[in-house]
Structures are given as C-alpha cells and as structure tokens.
Nanobody
Framework: QVQLVESGGGLVQAGGSLRLSCAASGRTFSAYGMGWFRQAPGKEREFVAGISWNGDSTYYRNSVKGRFTVSRDNGKNTVYLQMNSLKPEDTAVYYC?????????????????WGQGTQVTVSS
C-alpha cells in the first residue's frame, strides 16, 4: 500500500502561484511514477502532469505547459506541482496519484493509489 497526502492548495488571484506537495508513505515511493489530476465541478477528471519514477520523464497537458512544473524528491518521498500564472479555469480539486509506469496514466489507465485531494481556487 501507498498512502498519499496532498497539501498546498488554497485561494489565489489570477496570475498568482501555488505549490502543491504530495507526501507518500508505505511502499517504496521511488518505484512509482506519479501523476497530478484535477477535477472541476461538473467536469470530468483530467490528467494534468506526470513524472517518471526517477524524474527523467515528465508529461504536461497542453493547457498547463509552460505554467506548471512537476518534480519529485525521492529522498523525501514527495512529489510537487509548481503552478504559476494561474487562471480561473485552473480551479479544481487536485489529486496526486501513483502507478508504476507514469505513461500508462497518461494513456488513461487507472492509478493504483490516490490521495484525498486539495482544493485550488483561482479568482479573477
């Protein structure tokens, strides 16, 4: 089992920044690719960004490219999502997730583990 706990969400004005963190415990964190998903009210959940187990590969959906950066620190069992130039349309509950191969999450496979989510609200 892997337990994931997100933090860092909040209310920010458009153009502002937030950094989300996801702390993992349990099985070997470094064995897992990690992903960030989000779900806005009335919308489907979408994959936002992902990072491979060793950090060598990353993925971003087009709408966040150049604004969001995913990173991880395997020594701290933590993955981060730095979000800059936030827009109202980024408002959602953000979830971190784990699966051995990050690219399978990109292709739509269900993660093995989920965090509880953290709310991000961007005001205009």
């Amino acid at each position: 089992q892997v337990q994931l706990v997100e933090s860092g969400g909040g209310l920010v004005q458009a153009g502002g920044s937030l950094r989300l963190s996801c702390a993992a415990s349990g099985r070997t964190f470094s064995a897992y690719g990690m992903g960030w998903f989000r779900q806005a009210p009335g919308k489907e959940r979408e994959f936002v960004a992902g990072i491979s187990w060793n950090g060598d590969s990353t993925y971003y959906r087009n709408s966040v490219k150049g604004r969001f950066t995913v990173s991880r620190d395997n020594g701290k069992n933590t993955v981060y999502l730095q979000m800059n130039s936030l827009k109202p349309e980024d408002t959602a509950v953000y979830y971190c997730a784990a699966r051995a191969d990050m690219w399978t999450m990109v292709r739509g496979r269900e993660p093995d583990y989920w965090g509880q989510g953290t709310q991000v609200t961007v005001s205009s």
